[in-house]
C-alpha cells in the first residue's frame, strides 16, 4: 500500500469518532429557536464548540441517553448552537449563555432548567426528564 494512502486512511478513521461526537441535534439557524417553542415544542438547547472536551463528554453522555430512551428523541426538538459562530448571537445574549458546554431547556417563555459544564449522567438525564415531562 501506498504510504501517503495509508496515512490519509490513518488520519481519516482517527476523525470519525470526533464526528460522531459532535454535538446533538438540528444546526441552529436564527429564528429556528422561536419557531419550535411557538409550535408547542420543548427545546433542548446544547450550546457546544467542536474543539471542548466538556462538550464531547456531554455529547456522549446525550447519545447514551437517547439510545436508552428514545421517547427523548421523539418529545424533544435538540437544538445545536455552535459557540464559534453564534456566540454574539440574539439567542446567546437574550439566554445569558455564559460559555460553551451549557445545556438548556426551554418550553414556551420559560427556561425548565440548565446545566453549564456539567457532564454527569444523572444530571444530563434529570435534564432531559425535565424536558420530556414538560413535551407531555
Not at 469518532?17 to 419557531?35: C, I, K, N
Request: aromatic share 6%.
Amino acid at each position: 500500500m501506498d504510504r501517503r494512502l495509508f496515512l490519509s486512511a490513518l488520519a481519516g478513521t482517527a476523525l470519525l469518532p470526533r464526528l460522531s461526537l459532535a454535538a446533538t441535534g438540528t444546526p441552529y439557524t436564527p429564528g429556528l429557536v422561536d419557531e419550535e417553542l411557538a409550535a408547542g415544542k420543548t427545546v433542548f438547547l446544547d450550546f457546544y464548540a467542536s474543539w471542548c472536551t466538556t462538550c464531547r463528554a456531554q455529547g456522549r453522555v446525550i447519545s447514551a441517553l437517547l439510545e436508552e430512551n428514545p421517547a427523548y428523541g421523539e418529545a424533544i426538538s435538540f437544538i445545536s448552537v455552535d459557540w464559534d459562530v453564534h456566540r454574539g448571537a440574539e439567542l446567546t445574549q437574550r439566554l445569558q449563555i455564559p460559555r460553551r458546554s451549557t445545556l438548556v431547556v426551554l418550553k414556551g417563555d420559560e427556561e425548565l432548567g440548565r446545566i453549564v459544564a456539567g457532564t454527569s449522567k444523572a444530571d444530563i438525564q434529570a435534564l432531559l426528564d425535565t424536558a420530556l415531562a414538560a413535551s407531555a
